[in-house]
């Protein structure tokens, strides 16, 4: 999967809104580092410090919290 794709994928389930200057070259635990700091605001040690599953946990969390917020959105608009 290219880089592009990638960024659209995680865009379209929520993961991540649109970064155009979001680095889709880096590594994996980087990618997945990068988005949980950019959300909740915390340091890159307190994501580095996070285990691989709890890493997945808050990507879930994130992915859920921007899913309620974009129907949110979509209620207020109709």
């Given amino acids: 999967m290219t880089a592009s794709l990638r960024a ?3 865009h379209l ?3 991540l809104p649109a970064l155009p200057s979001f680095d889709w070259s880096l590594d ?5 580092v990068s988005v949980i700091a950019y959300h909740f605001h915390w340091s890159r040690e ?3 410090d996070l285990s691989r599953r709890e890493r997945a946990a808050w990507l879930e969390e ?3 919290i921007n899913k309620e917020i974009a129907r949110s ?3 207020r608009s109709r």
């Fill in 8 to 10: 659209s994928a995680l």
């Fill in 13 to 15: 389930c929520g993961l």
């Fill in 28 to 32: 994996p635990v980087r990618r997945e």
């Fill in 46 to 48: 307190e994501c580095m």
């Fill in 62 to 64: 994130i992915k859920r």
């Fill in 73 to 75: 959105v979509k209620g």
